[in-house]
């Protein structure tokens, strides 16, 4: 492929019309391969006068995939070198990519622009639509579609708020997550975290595992979590590339059926969807089994490119990454908020205040059920225990920072293992177990409507039933009254999506109609209900409330973004 003359941006008025900008928006449609998404990229890198933030959105319906656009951008340059290290599995949806430390963002809309053009949220300085025939540049649909999602001239700075400073309560993975994409963009962040430490309470888990949700109907919650599963590891290898470890095994996840129906109903979406290998593949259990290195019950899906992350490592590397911009507050309870002239003050139990500024984010879990401005949310309580089982006797797999490329099959070859040792890889079906680490197999987990906290024998004997049900030679092996675990209660939403977004009023009269927006809390938002999938809810979530905060274009579709939104339930009038 020859590569764009880096004039291209400058038939766009490029890089004039940015001057003086804090962030600048544009959208393509026809993504060329990401090579005027590169010229532009080239052009901010140049210009001393650059804007913070350059946000580029670019529609494609037959995307190439990261092999076919290595090739058209060979000799590769460092940016396209970058631009293919970081290309997503082409499957459908939004897809958020970040470059030059955060500062700049390519969103890749894979879908018909007929469909993707209305389902955009943001507002946009440019467009470039030199993909596009006369006849789809004159069509009315598409013109309707540009004079929505235009800026107003000289907008007032991409919509920042003009004093950035925020408060996040809570260090679990979803507070963490929210303290970074804010203090990333130049923010002053305060977290505040009751405990000594990061990822101490629901995120403290020794592992959590990651892989995605697929559904024969394209659910809501399939759709938003294919996207945030492939975001999560795409910032697993930004974090690491930026010199922020983090402990975590792309061994892949074998997720078994649970019956011969949906057996068949995993062969249907895999063959029907089109999914790509690398994202997903059916095998039986022969295939399994060598795997996994152990006998597997039956046939399923195997998601080469997921795995397991160390919680507390994550965490870590995210307080890390937001740098001096964060000021990090452990050992420290809020237990009011109270209005200010200047937002919220934030208040300890002795009616201490401890911060007072214009934004905050409540990220607590279930400690938003003890303020009062959120108490209405419907977050309920389930409680979830963890087996530890011990792996004597067998050496582990080597769980390193993330780096390198993800493997589509993993071969340690023969044929099928005659005798039952732990899996190399996760594996799952009604639970799931991950591989040793630190002498020390993940066995999970049980999820019931409980606030205790307790460990319970009960649990640790449901827990093997459930590792019968995927590798039934392992099913005598562990003695339940003998085993560790632990602990974790998880908020969780009625539908089962997370709540990310303004913090909506608890009541309102009169009830606004259909169309208006539910009156909100001014300056205080909510990201929590991620449930049992938190470390793959959270990275996506984060960035989508910074979006909203900061007034940025969304990195999903406006559709999930209102599916999503804490308001949705008091359309529902189940607060």
């Not at 058209?72 to 949806?93: D, F, M």
């Not at 130049?186 to 592992?207: C, H, I, K, M, Y």
């Amino acid at each position: 492929m020859s590569h764009p003359p880096l004039d291209l941006p400058g038939r766009h008025g490029l890089p004039e019309r940015w001057a003086g900008r804090d962030s600048f928006a544009i959208l393509e449609a026809g993504c060329a391969a990401g090579a005027n998404f590169l010229a532009t990229w080239q052009t901010w890198r140049d210009d001393p006068q650059r804007p913070q933030r350059l946000h580029y959105f670019c529609i494609d319906a037959a995307p190439p995939d990261r092999d076919e656009l290595t090739r058209q951008h060979q000799p590769l340059t460092e940016s396209a070198a970058q631009l293919c290290a970081t290309w997503p599995s082409i499957v459908s949806g939004f897809h958020r990519l970040h470059f030059a430390g955060g500062r700049v963002s390519l969103t890749l809309a894979i879908g018909d622009i007929r469909t993707v053009m209305p389902r955009i949220e943001g507002r946009f300085d440019a467009f470039i639509l030199d993909g596009l025939s006369p006849a789809e540049q004159s069509s009315p649909a598409l013109r309707e579609d540009l004079l929505w999602l235009a800026a107003e001239p000289q907008a007032n700075q991409g919509g920042q708020p003009k004093h950035r400073r925020a408060a996040v309560i809570g260090a679990g993975i979803a507070g963490v997550s929210c303290a970074e994409r804010l203090a990333q963009r130049g923010w002053e962040v305060t977290l505040f975290e009751r405990r000594d430490g990061p990822a101490a309470e629901t995120s403290g888990n020794r592992q959590a595992v990651m892989l995605p949700v697929l559904s024969v109907d394209e659910t809501r919650l399939a759709r938003l979590n294919r996207v945030a599963y492939l975001y999560v590891l795409r910032q697993l290898a930004a974090l690491v590339e930026a010199g922020h470890p983090v402990t975590w095994d792309n061994c892949g996840v074998f997720q078994i059926a649970r019956h011969a129906d949906h057996s068949r109903k995993q062969q249907a979406i895999v063959a029907n969807q089109q999914l790509p290998a690398e994202f997903v593949q059916y095998l039986d259990a022969d295939a399994a089994s060598r795997l996994a290195g152990t006998p597997v019950s039956d046939g399923g899906w195997w998601f080469p490119q997921a795995g397991w992350l160390s919680p507390l490592s994550l965490c870590q590397a995210l307080l890390a990454a937001a740098g001096a911009n964060l000021n990090f507050r452990p050992a420290t309870e809020i237990t009011a908020l109270a209005p200010s002239a200047q937002g919220w003050q934030l208040l300890d139990s002795n009616g201490t205040v401890l911060w007072d500024g214009p934004t905050v984010i409540l990220a607590h879990a279930h400690g938003l059920r003890t303020l009062e401005q959120s108490a209405h949310l419907p977050l309920r309580c389930f409680r979830g225990q963890v087996s530890h089982l011990p792996a004597t006797g067998r050496p582990e797999p080597s769980a390193a920072p993330l780096g390198g490329s993800e493997p589509i099959l993993r071969a340690w070859g023969g044929n099928p293992p005659e005798s039952a040792d732990l899996p190399r890889c996760v594996v799952c079906r009604e639970g799931y177990i991950a591989p040793p680490h630190d002498g020390y197999a993940g066995l999970g987990a049980t999820f019931q409507r409980s606030h205790d906290t307790e460990m319970h024998v009960e649990d640790h004997q449901s827990n093997l039933a459930r590792l019968t049900a995927m590798l039934p030679e392992l099913s005598d092996r562990y003695d339940a009254t003998q085993l560790k675990g632990r602990v974790g209660l998880r908020p969780v939403s009625p539908d089962k999506l997370p709540m990310v977004g303004a913090l909506p009023l608890a009541s309102c009269e009169p009830r606004p109609a259909a169309h208006v927006e539910w009156p909100r809390w001014p300056g205080l938002f909510v990201a929590s209900g991620y449930g049992a999938r938190g470390f793959v809810w959270a990275p996506l979530m984060a960035e989508l409330l910074a979006n909203q905060i900061c007034g940025e274009p969304l990195p999903i579709e406006a559709e999930l973004a209102a599916a999503v939104d804490p308001a949705r339930f008091s359309w529902k009038g189940t607060l």
